[in-house]
């Protein structure tokens, strides 16, 4: 990408609203207690993935982890998490009212079953979960969707693709009022459907998808810190990404996807998949909007287009960004209690834009 540095035209200062992380996996236990400052240091709120093990199935698991998150944060750090169930073909739509009724839940997720890290009790037939859907459609609840097939068959690059033939289309056609968010959406595919929709459609889109392509991942050796799910795509993807984040189009949100594993257990033989973006994501995020000379759509896509979705008032409190000339600092690791811990994202350049105030 191109270094803005020298770019005297464009602002050196942006004030915005406090952003919110529309898709963040906070973990539990030491690990949640290592990241979950990370987030809440910039954003305000967001939507809690479920993915624990076990997974946060019933409304009772979704309020017992919400005060572990709460419990997790530093002192006088105002941080709301939006709880989130785990989808399975079990669920049962009456504790979902009751969640929904308590102010508690505020989305549901479908892994397919085997497409993500511990989404093995996700959903393996669709037509288990459609009463649960329904009840879905008519509490007006978003469906958050890891949205790739598991087949064997179909090649990881395609997963996509072929989840929108195969599952997403027909899902919007049999019950069009369900809300769906495609998640960390990876392919211009991705994208076009979304556009296709006329209501009820949005995206969310990574930091990290918006600056690395597969060659990052793979060329010169393979780079296990750049590995996730869904896998990183071609640049012609990439570019395509960036300009939906960069457009303003309010169908296309922040979902960092930040997703922290011990680094020893990404640095193996079977590494996980997940990059961990929260302490630079803000960095990372306006150096991309300057480059496409759109600073003026970062606030959009980070804490305007996602809470209009979710109908949710943005935050009132602002979040500012400052152009400095050296370049930013931040650890390349965080750790973690008994000795382990988490490398952040590096994007292959160095941050210039420091987040200066999140009052
Ligand atoms: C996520 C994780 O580690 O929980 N990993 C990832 O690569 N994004 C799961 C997910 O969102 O797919
Ligand atoms: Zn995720």
Redesign the pocket.
């Known amino acids: 990408m191109n270094d803005a540095r020298n770019d005297q035209a464009a602002p050196q200062r942006l004030t915005i609203r406090r952003p919110d992380d529309w898709?963040l996996?906070l973990?539990d236990g030491a690990m949640l207690q290592a990241v979950a400052g990370e987030t809440s240091r910039h954003f305000a709120r967001a939507i809690i993935?479920p993915?624990l093990v076990p997974p946060v199935v019933r409304s009772r698991d979704a309020a017992a982890y919400r005060d572990r998150i709460l419990a997790a944060l530093p002192e006088a750090v105002v941080f709301e998490p939006l709880m989130t169930l785990y989808l399975t073909e079990a669920s049962d739509p009456d504790d979902l009212r009751q969640g929904v009724a308590d102010g508690l839940v505020r989305a549901v997720k479908l892994?397919p079953a085997g497409?993500?890290?511990?989404?093995d009790s996700g959903v393996r037939d669709i037509e288990k979960v459609m009463p649960f859907l329904e009840a879905m459609a008519e509490l007006g609840l978003p469906l958050c969707v890891?949205g790739?097939v598991t087949d064997p068959d179909i090649d990881i690059f395609d997963r996509e693709a072929v989840f929108i033939e195969r599952v997403l289309a027909p899902l919007r056609q049999r019950l069009p009022e369900l809300r769906i968010v495609m998640?960390?959406v990876t392919t211009r595919n991705g994208l076009d459907f979304v556009r296709s929709q006329a209501q009820g459609m949005a995206a969310t889109l990574?930091t990290h998808h918006l600056i690395i392509n597969r060659n990052h991942l793979l060329v010169g050796g393979v780079r296990p810190h750049y590995?996730?799910?869904?896998v990183a795509k071609r640049e012609e993807h990439r570019l395509a990404l960036v300009e939906a984040a960069t457009s303003g189009d309010a169908r296309f949100f922040l979902g960092t996807?930040s997703?922290?594993?011990a680094t020893h257990t990404k640095e193996a033989a079977c590494g996980?998949?997940?990059?961990f973006t929260a302490p630079n994501t803000m960095s990372c995020l306006a150096h991309v909007f300057e480059a496409e000379a759109a600073l003026d759509k970062l606030e959009s896509f980070t804490s305007l287009n996602g809470p209009a979705f979710y109908g949710l008032p943005a935050n009132e409190s602002r979040l500012t960004l400052v152009k400095q000339s050296a370049p930013v600092e931040y650890p390349d690791q965080i750790p973690v209690e008994g000795d382990q811990s988490v490398t952040v994202f590096d994007p292959g350049f160095e941050l210039f834009w420091a987040v200066k105030d999140a009052s």
């Open positions: 898709h996996h973990r993935m993915n892994y497409a993500t890290t511990n989404s890891h790739e998640e960390h990574t590995y996730c799910l869904p996807d997703a922290p594993h996980c998949a997940g990059i």
